[in-house]
């Protein structure tokens, strides 16, 4: 929703990424989506119902929908036999009763187009269709059947950069705006002729144009690129242009809203753009950022429960993963990130939080590699500002790159126990500690306490054990432990041959444990009381994360192109879970997230993800988690899905009206009264399709009126068996009896009388009886009186 940033409709069906998705132009409640599953899928976005599939079987790259193109869609597939190579074809959508269908039959278009959906556009009134791929540009005119080519020089002179990067067309008139790789927008007239086209060149962009888009009446232009501003060109003039700057990233798709009221952008780092006709920014809507490189790892705020990882460029991103969108990012570096290739610059490498989340820990450095500029941040957050605050900054930290870092988790000794540890390539192990400074108002900074070293090895990794008494460090193929009071060395661990990789303690009933993983393929335990190897398994871990509220420990291996995931409890050798090919990526980092509660799951599967639950970050940046539920329950449409007590607003009426409720409740109880239920409290499956149906498909409102308010009823309790079953033959004869009922009741009434004058020597009949005896009196007998 553009007002209100929220998800309105979430679609799943497609097995494969999503390519293309086009509004019907035959009815506006509708859209085409398209995939490289090589299906085409008709949607009612408004209901979120799924309503046809077309089969086509090759891999759809973009998909492209004409108002003058009744029952085709057209879509860019790659052509059989040749790679790299793909063509534009109209895919005709079989007419049939099923949902399931298949759309075999294809008509080439052009060949020789470019993949991205940027890459073709249709002019006005779908009479033609241009084509841009590399310096060559196409005209196919539908009617004539004609095909016009044309081409431009591939010399770089004086900078320049000829090659197509997008192409649009004019809404109203015969004119093609493309964009160029050296920041050059060219519109292209007459091009119906050979050698008689004409084009006019506007140029603001420094780099590549990355997208273009005309206003629906066709007198404005929108550009993007690079710079992150929108340019707006009127009249197809240079000279008369407005901008929208500092939009935060690369500008990669503008899209124009029917109406022409709003315009949107979409950015490179996974964000939406919402912009007002009269370029003023309206709303933004940002999803997890999807940076370069996530040289931070997966790391969770304690108090919000966010995931934290890399962002923007010198920036830090907090993560909301119950409402898939960015809380807010903390600027790290501040200083302003130049978009140019092979500049070095500074960027944010090690991030950790204690254990309250009061005090954040940053490590940026330069990209130089051997004489890297090292700056270590202390943060403190302030409850007023509702933000972390630079506390203190320390210039060159270690001679060399910072390898990891982490705090001492005692929160229950307050901040007088904090602790940091960074370890580096220089061979060193650094213990900072807070200090008071000297100022009247009793501020606290951060200073150097202790610094360790082992035989001159480079320091790759730290953590302390649950109750902070306890230090681990490895020193490429040694474990060292030491006292965090003392800073003794108490005891090393080695297995060689190969670097220790990840090391972690084991936690509340296996805290005496050590975990470690070489990068040699061995996982490793050792038992902190006896100094001894517990066991060792054979495996290639690269990810090894310890839950933070149980026992279990999470272990990702890397073999053969497939990644494998262990769970397991360090005084059990045997893993309680094992789940093969986890996926077709590499998993580079996972995080363990508490839950506010703990799952009441059902199934026996995931005991150990009742407190937590467990994500994963491959090296294409897809962020993936482990889920409980099935499959059918996470693809029921949120049509199917009662939520009506959820979705109410709370208003202090209706915390009174709870308040009430509930007290009434108690006084009942108290009094001794029985609590009867409403039956809506139950989910009846009557009031779940009355309710979220779609009007158009539901049956008449006379079938349903019985099913419904029969749902409503309460039952009585403690019935016999006969009853119920005497009550259901009695529903079957229900219109009969109700015809005849005066006759019934004064017969009932005659034969009561029969029976008080009789006394006891008349039997009660049963309800059975009753109704046999019924139909004979209901019965015709006048045939008899011919006889």
Not at 282 to 301: F, H, M, P, Y
Not at 428 to 442: A, H, L, R, S
Not at 637 to 648: D, F, G, Y
Not at 724 to 753: G, R
């Amino acid at each position: 929703a553009v007002n209100t940033e929220e998800t309105l409709r979430l679609m799943s069906g497609h097995a494969d990424l999503v390519t293309g998705i086009q509004l019907n132009p035959h009815n506006h409640m509708q859209l085409y989506s398209s995939s490289l599953d090589g299906t085409i899928k008709l949607w009612d976005f408004m209901d979120g119902i799924l309503i046809k599939t077309f089969t086509v079987g090759s891999k759809l790259l973009a998909l492209y929908t004409l108002a003058t193109a009744e029952d085709s869609v057209f879509v860019v597939i790659p052509k059989k036999g040749e790679r790299d190579t793909f063509q534009l074809v109209s895919v005709k959508l079989t007419k049939g009763a099923g949902q399931d269908l298949e759309s075999k039959e294809l008509s080439v278009v052009l060949g020789g187009v470019g993949a991205s959906m940027k890459h073709i556009a249709f002019g006005r009134e779908g009479a033609y269709v241009v084509s841009v791929k590399g310096v060559n540009l196409q005209v196919y005119f539908f009617k004539r059947k004609l095909l016009n080519r044309f081409s431009l020089s591939t010399l770089k002179t004086k900078g320049g950069d000829n090659r197509f990067s997008c192409v649009v067309c004019h809404p109203t008139e015969d004119c093609i705006a493309t964009g160029h790789a050296d920041g050059k927008i060219r519109l292209w007239r007459n091009f119906h002729h050979k050698k008689e086209y004409t084009y006019s060149t506007l140029h603001w962009h420094h780099d590549i144009v990355m997208d273009l888009a005309f206003s629906m009446e066709g007198t404005r232009l929108l550009s993007g690129g690079v710079e992150s501003v929108l340019v707006q060109w009127h009249n197809e003039s240079s000279c008369q242009k407005d901008f929208l700057p500092r939009l935060g990233s690369p500008i990669e798709y503008i899209s124009m809203a029917s109406d022409g009221a709003l315009c949107c952008t979409l950015h490179t780092d996974n964000r939406i753009t919402i912009i007002n006709s009269n370029l003023r920014f309206s709303r933004s809507i940002q999803g997890l950022i999807k940076s370069r490189d996530v040289k931070t790892g997966l790391v969770v705020d304690p108090r919000t429960k966010a995931l934290v990882l890399n962002g923007e460029p010198g920036h830090l991103q907090f993560y909301s993963l119950q409402s898939d969108q960015q809380l807010f990012s903390l600027d790290i570096v501040q200083r302003q990130y130049i978009h140019e290739a092979g500049l070095k610059q500074s960027d944010l490498v090690k991030v950790a939080f204690s254990a309250r989340g009061t005090w954040l820990a940053t490590v940026e450095e330069s990209e130089e590699v051997t004489d890297p500029e090292l700056q270590l941040k202390l943060w403190f957050y302030h409850e007023e500002a509702q933000s972390f605050q630079l506390n203190t900054r320390i210039n060159t930290p270690h001679d060399n790159h910072i390898t990891d870092m982490c705090f001492r988790d005692m929160d229950e000794l307050g901040d007088d126990s904090l602790i940091l540890v960074t370890t580096g390539r220089d061979c060193v192990f650094k213990v900072w500690v807070m200090v008071e400074d000297t100022d009247p108002e009793g501020n606290v900074s951060w200073t150097c306490d202790f610094v360790g070293s082992y035989h001159n090895y480079q320091a790759t990794n730290c953590c302390f054990s649950e109750d902070g008494s306890l230090l681990a460090v490895s020193f490429e193929e040694t474990v060292t432990v030491w006292d965090s009071l003392t800073w003794d060395l108490k005891c090393t661990f080695c297995h060689p041959p190969g670097n220790i990789r990840k090391i972690c303690f084991g936690r509340l009933t296996c805290s005496k444990y050590l975990i470690g993983a070489t990068d040699y393929g061995f996982l490793c335990c050792w038992n902190l009381l006896t100094c001894a190897l517990e066991w060792s398994a054979h495996l290639n871990i690269v990810v090894l994360q310890p839950d933070p509220v149980s026992e279990h420990i999470a272990a990702v291996s890397w073999l053969s192109k497939e990644s494998s995931l262990f769970v397991f409890k360090p005084n059990e050798p045997r893993p309680i879970y094992i789940q093969r090919n986890l996926c077709k990526e590499k998993i580079l980092l996972a995080a363990f997230v508490p839950r506010d509660e703990p799952e009441m799951t059902s199934s026996e599967k995931y005991p150990w993800l009742r407190k937590s639950q467990l994500f994963f970050l491959t090296d294409t940046q897809e962020l993936m988690t482990l889920s409980t539920k099935s499959l059918e329950e996470r693809l029921t449409p949120s049509s199917k899905q009662l939520a009506v007590e959820e979705s109410l607003p709370v208003t202090p009426f209706s915390v009174l009206l709870g308040k009430h409720r509930q007290q009434q409740a108690q006084e009942d109880t108290d009094l001794g009264k029985p609590v009867v239920h409403n039956k809506q409290e139950q989910a009846s499956p009557a009031v779940k399709e009355l309710l979220h149906t779609p009007a158009h498909v539901l049956p008449s409102a006379s079938f349903l009126c019985t099913i419904f308010i029969n749902s409503l009823l309460i039952s009585k309790e403690n019935k016999s068996v006969e009853e119920v079953a005497d009550e259901v033959e009695m529903e079957s004869e229900k219109a009969e009896d109700d015809s005849d009922e005066e006759d019934v009741t004064a017969m009932e009434q005659e034969d009561t009388s029969h029976m008080e004058l009789l006394g006891e020597m008349t039997c009660k009949l049963s309800k059975s009886q009753e109704k046999e005896l019924r139909k004979i009196r209901k019965m015709d007998y006048s045939w008899i009186s011919a006889f």
